[in-house]
């Protein structure tokens, strides 16, 4: 844990972003004054939770962000407790609740871009299946606005989780129509600047959610 933290503080004080080299295996064991064996397993640790990224042959690197763990982590515990995944369920509901009413609190103006995605589920919707990728990309370039990168890293963490138990879950309960109609009501609020019925749209959306996931207690 010691090595561990070195490294981390190499990485602070000499400012290094994600992606830029990180000194060589023998360099850190100068620096930290250990041996390789305490350096390599460090790097290992460190790679586990995406601190380090070791590529083979190139060397090793800044980790970029990734919640790739915290998913796998999710998904397991929530096979185990359906409880666990409907209080995961909550938190999205309630992340996405919040950022569309930030959405609509900064008065933005373009959304061509959401308009598109929601013309493109809405002719998915008319011919029979709305497809997974085009239900995700409704939510990730709806909140694109805001310019905050971790918001589209947190809840595409929630949707491959949501991804990976869809067996779990069974088929929705709502026609296509019916989940094109759902999407189109929190894109109307959003784009009337209208808080109230933005809540109300995004507490329906996640109503299909929950019904499906009832079906299983």
Not at 73 to 85: G, K, N, V
Request: no cysteine; net charge negative; hydrophobic share 45%.
């Amino acid at each position: 844990m010691e090595v561990q933290e070195a490294v981390k503080e190499i990485i602070l004080a000499r400012r290094l972003a994600a992606g830029d080299p990180l000194p060589t295996e023998s360099e850190l064991m100068d620096a930290l004054g250990v041996g390789r064996n305490a350096v390599r397993e460090a790097l290992k640790a460190l790679q586990a939770v995406g601190i380090v990224d070791i590529r083979h042959g190139f060397g090793m690197f800044v980790g970029r962000m990734s919640l790739t763990g915290l998913v796998d982590e999710l998904a397991f515990h929530s096979r185990i407790s359906t409880q666990r995944l409907g209080h995961l369920i909550e938190i999205r509901e309630i992340l996405e609740s919040g950022l569309v009413q930030r959405l609509i609190d900064t008065g933005v103006d373009n959304l061509a871009e959401i308009a598109d995605v929601m013309a493109r589920m809405e002719t998915e919707a008319a011919a029979g299946e709305v497809s997974p990728e085009i239900d995700r990309h409704f939510h990730d370039v709806l909140y694109r606005p805001l310019g905050n990168p971790l918001v589209g890293q947190l809840l595409g963490a929630f949707w491959d989780v949501y991804h990976q138990l869809r067996d779990d879950l069974g088929t929705p309960d709502e026609t296509p129509a019916g989940v094109a109609r759902r999407h189109r009501d929190i894109y109307d609020a959003v784009v009337a600047g209208n808080r109230a019925r933005a809540a109300i749209a995004m507490r329906a959306h996640f109503d299909g959610v929950r019904a499906r996931l009832a079906r299983l207690h």
